[in-house]
């Protein structure tokens, strides 16, 4: 009886309360964008354009933002403070328009990106560059198994638990440019800027011709 008084409820005991999200609770950015309903040539790899991004987060919140253009393997990396809807999808319009003639080409078809909530504004994306948002399925990284191993290599310069506040653009875009400038064997030995430098030469030929 004290025990049920002390509760002020009538009641023997408190029902706990979960710290987990809703179940169930739908995000409504990734209705109709599956990545079932990804184009079938993003796939194979056989046509360029096709692009996969993720966010590399330190534990207080500052970030990488990559993409990885999926065929070439061309990364184009920028560093936030925070990582809001806003932020992620106002830096990735940047980035899109700064790889190097790729809208006059036709490089940027689709991008692939996981579920969080940083893409609920994928929409605004889309009109700004084109470029149509896929999402992967709930926990399902190799998906965009491209991203992923390229985020692995980044770690190489700048291990989990960095605090992108203190590392600079500079610093940033020197890791890039070693990455793209890094022979792959899965490239025949052709380093990503080489590659896309290819696929550029072959869109600009198909344009003129």
């Known amino acids: 009886v004290a025990v049920e008084a002390a509760l002020r409820r009538g009641?023997?005991?408190?029902?706990?309360?979960?710290?987990?999200?809703?179940?169930?609770?739908?995000?409504?950015?990734?209705?109709?964008?599956?990545?079932?309903?990804?184009?079938?040539?993003?796939?194979?790899?056989?046509?360029?354009?096709?692009?996969?991004?993720?966010?590399?987060?330190?534990?207080?919140?500052?970030?990488?933002?990559?993409?990885?253009?999926?065929k070439t393997r061309f990364l184009v990396a920028r560093r936030l403070d925070e990582h809001s809807t806003k932020t992620v999808v106002d830096l990735l319009v940047e980035m899109a328009a700064a790889v190097p003639d790729a809208v006059a080409a036709g490089l940027l078809k689709t991008l692939t990106w996981d579920q969080g909530v940083e893409m609920a504004d994928a929409a605004r994306f889309t009109a700004a560059t084109g470029m149509k948002v896929f999402f992967c399925d709930p926990h399902s990284p190799w998906q965009k198994?491209?991203?992923?191993?390229?985020?692995?290599?980044?770690?190489?310069?700048?291990?989990?638990?960095?605090?992108?506040?203190?590392?600079?653009?500079?610093?940033?875009?020197?890791?890039?440019?070693?990455?793209n400038g890094r022979p792959r064997e899965t490239l025949g030995w052709r380093t990503p800027a080489e590659a896309l430098e290819s696929e550029l030469v072959k869109a600009n030929g198909a344009t003129t011709a």
């Not at 995000?27 to 990804?38: A, H, P, Q, T, Y």
């Not at 991203?147 to 980044?154: A, K």
């Open 11 to 70: 009641g023997s005991g408190r029902k706990p309360k979960s710290r987990m999200p809703p179940r169930g609770r739908k995000k409504s950015w990734v209705e109709n964008c599956g990545i079932s309903l990804r184009p079938a040539e993003a796939a194979d790899r056989a046509v360029p354009g096709h692009w996969e991004g993720d966010l590399v987060v330190s534990s207080n919140g500052s970030c990488l933002v990559t993409l990885v253009e999926r």
């Open 145 to 179: 198994g491209t991203n992923e191993n390229t985020n692995g290599l980044i770690r190489q310069y700048f291990p989990k638990g960095t605090d992108f506040r203190r590392v600079t653009d500079g610093e940033v875009a020197e890791m890039q440019d070693q990455l």
